[in-house]
């Protein structure tokens, strides 16, 4: 099982971002997903964004991960 965390992009730079994640910018490689822009939400494993998501369900992925680590 891997864990991806949504994180919102910040700035980019070529094949990286810079990604907030509640606070912590983290430089996230870009090479496995496409057409992302400052303002865009991705969901982050291992350093890579693996997939952009829109604002509504990165939301709703960080209030299920905070419930559950709530638990």
Do not use: T, W
């Not at 964004?49 to 939301?59: F, K, R």
């Amino acid at each position: 099982m891997c864990l991806g965390i949504p994180g919102r992009v910040e700035e980019v730079k070529g094949d990286e971002a810079v990604v907030s994640f509640g606070g912590a910018r983290r430089v996230v490689r870009l090479d496995l997903v496409d057409n992302v822009s400052v303002g865009d939400y991705v969901i982050v494993h291992a350093g890579f964004a693996i997939e952009v998501v829109d604002q509504d369900s990165a939301m709703s992925m960080l209030e299920a991960l905070k419930e559950a680590f709530q638990s």
